[in-house]
């Protein structure tokens, strides 16, 4: 019954607005403890990696995260299967730098929540600049995971397809943008995903009452109870589209993704459950494989719109995501992977993968391992 309820149209589109997450702020919040779903993960094709026998193995060091469809399990599976030695690491003890030193590498997130975000890419930046570590995600990577402002900045400066946008940390500058700008806009919060912190600014009033109340003493409240909108605002072009987003997922050669449907009177596909599981056009593909080797990221989730004249432009992109399933393609119903071959032709191949350890492989033979053969003797 109650999930009948959260299924309709109208109950979706109320949980993910404003009002909404106002209101939940108020109401007492459930604690999020550690996932175990090893028990559910074995229907998919184990990811072994080709390792020089000359080069030994690091001892890695396993973060476990905070999720509903946890990362670590799918970690731990790679790492048992290849014979790495490792151990969870507790990246929130008192003595966290001492439990690290034992350790090559270090694996994985606690959550995309702001305060676990901030612990971990300042420890993770101590980790490799002040005890040569290697961590997965980089530091550099932790930075730009849901920081909705540094990747147009990053997309900008790398000529990367990116949605029109205007941001401004400054009052009188934002004020003055919105008097030029072309309505709608949409706007956006840092720290958010699945449609959450994302409004359709209609007006120029609607967007200068945003800019207020961002840029007022106590900032603008947004839908994570403990963080306010504060001295800045993130406004991008609304692009009239086909009704879908398009979402791609490229770690190394191989792509995965999908489609996924606005919701009925909303402008916002992400979060609303509309998944659609089929062929993906060669363009969005080469785009999201344009982005990884740019960021030179063992994975990236590329969010994609098609505009009403044919093109498609990057509304989002990510290193990471929440993934639910060992099956992020499918064609005619059967799972698999593009592969993207060398000659630049792409085609499918079957299979059930969990793109976790993928990345991680992919992370340890791109990154991990080119340092480590530079710095075993001869």
């Known amino acids: 019954m109650l999930k009948a309820l959260k299924d309709q149209a109208a109950v979706k589109r109320f949980r993910k607005s404003m009002l909404f997450t106002r209101l939940r702020q108020h109401l007492p919040m459930r604690d999020i403890g550690y996932v175990d779903d090893r028990g559910r993960i074995e229907d998919a094709e184990e990811?072994?990696?080709?390792?020089?026998?000359?080069?030994?193995?690091?001892?890695?060091?396993?973060?476990?995260?905070?999720?509903?469809?946890?990362?670590?399990?799918?970690?731990?599976?790679?790492?048992?299967?290849?014979?790495?030695?490792?151990?969870?690491?507790?990246?929130?003890a008192h003595d966290w730098i001492e439990k690290a030193r034992p350790f090559d590498v270090v694996v994985g997130l606690v959550s995309n929540e702001i305060v676990s975000l901030e612990e971990l890419r300042v420890k993770y930046h101590f980790l490799e600049t002040y005890l040569g570590k290697s961590c997965f995600p980089s530091a550099a990577h932790a930075l730009l995971y849901d920081d909705k402002c540094l990747e147009a900045y990053v997309s900008g400066a790398l000529g990367l397809p990116f949605?029109?946008?205007?941001?401004?940390?400054?009052?009188?500058?934002?004020?003055?943008?919105?008097?030029?700008?072309?309505?709608?806009?949409?706007?956006?919060?840092?720290?958010?995903?699945?449609?959450?912190?994302?409004?359709?600014?209609?007006?120029?009033?609607?967007?200068?009452?945003?800019?207020?109340?961002?840029?007022?003493?106590?900032?603008?409240?947004?839908?994570?109870?403990?963080?306010?909108?504060?001295?800045?605002?993130?406004?991008?072009?609304?692009?009239?589209?086909?009704?879908?987003?398009?979402?791609?997922?490229?770690?190394?050669?191989?792509?995965?993704?999908?489609?996924?449907?606005?919701?009925?009177?909303?402008?916002?596909?992400?979060?609303?459950?509309?998944?659609?599981?089929?062929?993906?056009?060669?363009?969005?593909?080469?785009?999201?494989?344009?982005?990884?080797?740019?960021?030179?990221?063992?994975?990236?989730?590329?969010?994609?719109?098609?505009?009403?004249?044919?093109?498609?432009?990057?509304?989002?992109?990510?290193?990471?995501?929440?993934?639910?399933?060992?099956?992020?393609?499918?064609?005619?119903?059967?799972?698999?992977?593009?592969?993207?071959e060398k000659d630049r032709t792409i085609r499918f191949e079957p299979g059930r993968f969990w793109v976790h350890e993928l990345a991680l492989e992919r992370f340890l033979v791109d990154d991990y391992l080119p340092r480590a053969t530079r710095r075993t003797p001869c």
């Not at 086909?242 to 606005?262: E, M, N, P, T």
Request: glycine share 8%; aromatic share 12%; charged share 30%.
């Open 47 to 92: 990811v072994r990696i080709d390792w020089p026998a000359e080069v030994p193995k690091p001892r890695i060091g396993l973060v476990r995260d905070l999720d509903q469809f946890p990362r670590w399990t799918k970690y731990r599976r790679f790492l048992e299967t290849n014979g790495f030695p490792f151990e969870y690491f507790d990246i929130h």
């Open 163 to 340: 949605a029109g946008t205007l941001i401004s940390h400054d009052k009188d500058d934002a004020l003055a943008l919105i008097k030029t700008a072309r309505f709608p806009l949409v706007s956006k919060v840092n720290h958010s995903s699945g449609s959450m912190g994302v409004e359709l600014v209609r007006t120029p009033r609607q967007a200068r009452r945003i800019v207020r109340r961002a840029f007022s003493r106590g900032g603008r409240i947004v839908h994570v109870p403990w963080f306010r909108q504060k001295n800045y605002v993130y406004f991008q072009e609304f692009i009239p589209n086909d009704g879908y987003d398009i979402r791609v997922v490229v770690i190394g050669d191989r792509a995965f993704g999908y489609y996924r449907k606005v919701l009925s009177g909303d402008f916002r596909a992400s979060g609303m459950g509309g998944v659609e599981k089929r062929a993906l056009p060669e363009e969005a593909i080469r785009i999201a494989a344009r982005v990884r080797e740019a960021l030179r990221s063992p994975q990236v989730v590329v969010d994609m719109v098609r505009g009403l004249d044919g093109r498609l432009a990057i509304i989002e992109y990510s290193i990471l995501f929440q993934v639910e399933t060992p099956e992020q393609l499918k064609i005619d119903g059967v799972p698999g992977a593009y592969v993207l």
